[in-house]
């Protein structure tokens, strides 16, 4: 009970009143002397992409700012906040699958034991994929294997309802081949399951194929049964990187699937790339940029001299210049060539730079009391560094250059990586890049021909 004298009660208002105006102006002024921090982090949403799971040790460090792993896991498959693929397909798709009728899907062969997480992960995604997405999955692989992963994933009542419904099927195949098999093993493993996603793809019963298994057996299988495009010497692997602009990625061609490369080679890869970047990331008129370490045209070795000249001459593109390592990120160019050895570099560093980025973050978060009080600030930064370095959120690579839309995964691919490189696989397939990459094959006298027609 407070005191009834009134000179006591008197002397105790003042300190009353003013006790709430000074904790707000301490944490005002604890929140000024941190503003680094809220800097840091407008600094790495620039970054690379894939840090996934240091990003979760940021959150953990972070007290309650966000879900722990359990309900992160449980909220894997939600709707993506940084989706790039998500305005290319003009339509934001609902979460009940009764809004897409079976003669809007399109068939998407999927090789199921492929990856580190196969078939349960995958089988997981694809099961989410057919609810969110108009498409229908063949789902290809060891068919015990996949029934017993369904059993201890608590998948039998979905997959019998998406295979009741016809948006599932599972098509059996024999051994799948390992990732640690060389690429050959395409030949004599005849029956794999990548081998039979991709005939899948080749008799037209599927519009794409998807795979995380190994990357080498994929480009064998493609180029074995789909074939190479006429005038394409050499497929290559397509990345999708983030810019300043998370609605603005660039493509990054290639990052692994040729690590020597002849002049015609890139110049290919840059035609590839217009038609990619114009047909499905709906730009009118992409800027093709050539990596090199300096803007100028006489720098660089013989490959980019060459090429540089290659592309100066090639009046089907917008060839904007040489694009130097910083400039990649920047938003100034929408398509980027090189060859398979430094693109894959260029990839492995910024997942790099992403991942030392969120360590100095975390680093920097205070500890305690006032760690968790700053921590509530910076919520919505935290949430968005995650969605925007986590390589699950772009899926996958499009392997360009075979007769067939093919999208390679990564190894560690889990649920939601399989969403977002199978929604990648549908904006390919409905956006009419193979009819476009058909017309590439045309000499410059039967594309003349048929205008004067």
């Given at each position: 009970?407070?005191?009834?004298?009134?000179?006591?009660?008197?002397?105790?208002?003042?300190?009353?009143?003013?006790?709430?105006?000074?904790?707000?102006?301490?944490?005002?002024i604890?929140?000024?002397r941190n503003?680094?921090?809220?800097?840091l982090?407008d600094?790495?949403t620039?970054?690379?992409?894939?840090?996934?799971?240091v990003?979760?040790?940021?959150?953990s460090?972070?007290?309650s700012?966000?879900?722990?792993?359990?309900?992160?896991?449980g909220?894997?498959?939600?709707?993506l906040?940084?989706?790039?693929?998500?305005?290319?397909?003009?339509?934001?798709?609902?979460?009940?699958?009764?809004?897409?009728?079976?003669?809007?899907r399109l068939?998407?062969?999927?090789?199921?034991m492929?990856?580190?997480?196969?078939?349960?992960?995958?089988?997981?995604?694809?099961?989410?994929?057919i609810?969110?997405?108009?498409?229908?999955?063949?789902?290809v692989?060891?068919?015990?294997?996949?029934?017993?992963?369904?059993n201890?994933?608590?998948?039998?009542?979905?997959l019998?309802?998406?295979?009741?419904?016809?948006?599932f099927?599972?098509?059996?195949?024999?051994?799948?081949?390992?990732?640690?098999?060389?690429?050959t093993a395409?030949?004599?493993?005849?029956?794999?399951?990548i081998?039979?996603?991709?005939?899948?793809?080749?008799?037209?019963?599927?519009?794409?194929?998807?795979?995380?298994?190994?990357?080498g057996a994929?480009?064998?299988?493609?180029?074995?049964?789909?074939g190479?495009?006429?005038?394409?010497?050499?497929?290559?692997?397509?990345?999708?990187?983030?810019?300043?602009?998370?609605?603005?990625?660039?493509l990054?061609?290639?990052v692994?699937?040729?690590?020597?490369?002849?002049p015609?080679?890139?110049?290919?890869?840059?035609?590839?790339?217009?038609?990619?970047?114009?047909?499905?990331?709906?730009?009118?008129?992409?800027?093709?940029?050539?990596?090199?370490?300096?803007?100028?045209?006489?720098?660089?070795?013989?490959?980019?001299?060459?090429?540089?000249?290659?592309?100066?001459?090639?009046?089907?593109?917008?060839?904007?210049?040489?694009?130097?390592?910083r400039?990649?990120?920047s938003?100034?160019f929408?398509?980027?060539v090189?060859?398979?050895?430094?693109g894959?570099?260029?990839?492995?560093?910024?997942?790099?730079?992403?991942?030392v980025?969120?360590?100095?973050?975390?680093?920097?978060?205070?500890?305690?009391r006032?760690?968790?009080?700053?921590?509530?600030?910076?919520?919505?930064?935290?949430?968005?560094?995650?969605?925007?370095l986590?390589?699950?959120?772009?899926?996958g690579?499009?392997?360009?250059g075979?007769?067939?839309?093919?999208?390679i995964?990564?190894?560690?691919?889990?649920?939601l990586?399989v969403?977002?490189?199978?929604?990648?696989?549908?904006?390919a397939?409905s956006?009419?890049?193979?009819?476009?990459?058909?017309?590439?094959?045309?000499?410059p006298?039967?594309?003349?021909?048929e205008n004067?027609?």
């Amino acid at each position: 009970m407070p005191p009834k004298d009134p000179e006591i009660n008197s002397a105790l208002e003042p300190k009353i009143k003013t006790s709430r105006p000074r904790a707000i102006r301490r944490l005002v002024i604890w929140y000024r002397r941190n503003a680094a921090v809220t800097s840091l982090v407008d600094t790495a949403t620039n970054s690379a992409s894939a840090a996934g799971n240091v990003a979760d040790a940021v959150v953990s460090s972070a007290g309650s700012v966000m879900t722990n792993a359990g309900s992160m896991a449980g909220n894997m498959l939600q709707p993506l906040v940084f989706d790039p693929l998500r305005r290319l397909q003009n339509n934001d798709f609902n979460d009940e699958s009764t809004n897409i009728g079976n003669h809007e899907r399109l068939w998407v062969a999927v090789d199921g034991m492929g990856g580190d997480n196969a078939p349960g992960s995958i089988l997981e995604g694809c099961l989410a994929a057919i609810e969110r997405l108009p498409i229908r999955i063949k789902f290809v692989g060891e068919s015990d294997k996949i029934l017993q992963a369904a059993n201890s994933l608590d998948l039998n009542e979905l997959l019998n309802n998406a295979v009741q419904s016809g948006q599932f099927e599972i098509v059996a195949s024999g051994p799948s081949i390992q990732m640690n098999e060389e690429a050959t093993a395409v030949r004599r493993k005849k029956d794999a399951s990548i081998n039979i996603a991709m005939n899948l793809v080749k008799k037209g019963e599927a519009t794409a194929v998807y795979s995380a298994g190994n990357s080498g057996a994929l480009m064998a299988s493609a180029i074995f049964r789909l074939g190479r495009l006429t005038g394409i010497d050499r497929p290559a692997i397509g990345a999708l990187f983030p810019t300043k602009d998370p609605g603005q990625p660039v493509l990054v061609l290639d990052v692994g699937a040729n690590m020597d490369c002849k002049p015609t080679y890139l110049h290919q890869f840059a035609l590839l790339g217009n038609i990619y970047s114009r047909d499905v990331l709906q730009i009118n008129q992409p800027r093709i940029g050539l990596l090199n370490i300096g803007e100028e045209e006489c720098k660089g070795n013989d490959l980019a001299l060459s090429t540089y000249e290659l592309l100066s001459n090639e009046k089907r593109i917008h060839f904007e210049g040489n694009c130097e390592g910083r400039d990649v990120l920047s938003g100034s160019f929408d398509v980027v060539v090189c060859d398979g050895f430094t693109g894959n570099v260029l990839l492995k560093f910024l997942e790099s730079v992403g991942s030392v980025l969120l360590d100095v973050l975390r680093a920097e978060l205070p500890r305690g009391r006032r760690g968790k009080v700053g921590s509530a600030f910076l919520r919505s930064n935290l949430k968005r560094i995650k969605k925007r370095l986590d390589h699950a959120e772009h899926g996958g690579a499009l392997l360009l250059g075979v007769n067939g839309i093919c999208v390679i995964g990564h190894g560690s691919s889990k649920a939601l990586s399989v969403v977002s490189a199978l929604r990648l696989a549908h904006s390919a397939a409905s956006h009419g890049v193979m009819d476009d990459l058909a017309e590439l094959q045309k000499t410059p006298f039967q594309q003349g021909m048929e205008n004067k027609v």
